[in-house]
């Protein structure tokens, strides 16, 4: 099975940076296709918020761009997510996503999720 852990979630004031952390792991041999982050504020549907597509590059949705940056350790198979700015409208549960190659077949993982949150 393959696992996602996500971690560095809390609360900060409106202006204030956090980072998160993904960090996939397995005990059977594994690929990642694409790797990225969501959030979930409580009444609203899931939302892409930043993710590697699987060409290595990056996309961002709209409201976060020029505040956060998503990086990666390829040899860890870590994502980051550096929120810079942070704003009340921030505030989520964000989760770690990935499509995960497992032989032939590729399968979505989420991670447990970590809340994130701004205060005014």
């Known amino acids: 099975q393959v696992q996602l852990v996500e971690s560095g979630g809390g609360l900060v004031q409106a202006g204030g940076s956090l980072r998160l952390s993904c960090a996939a792991s397995?005990?059977?041999?594994?690929?990642?296709?694409?790797m990225g982050w969501y959030r979930q504020a409580p009444g609203k549907q899931r939302e892409l918020v930043a993710a590697?597509?699987?060409?290595?590059?990056?996309r961002y949705t709209d409201s976060v761009k020029g505040r956060f940056t998503i990086s990666r350790d390829v040899a860890k198979k870590t994502v980051y997510l550096q929120m810079n700015s942070l704003k009340p409208e921030d505030t989520a549960v964000y989760y770690c996503?990935?499509?995960?190659?497992?032989?032939?077949?590729?399968?979505?993982?989420w991670g447990q999720g970590t809340q994130v949150t701004v205060s005014s």
């Open positions: 590697y597509t699987s060409d290595g590059s990056t």
């Open positions: 397995g005990s059977i041999f594994f690929s990642i296709n694409t």
């Open positions: 996503n990935g499509l995960i190659g497992i032989g032939i077949h590729n399968y979505v993982y």
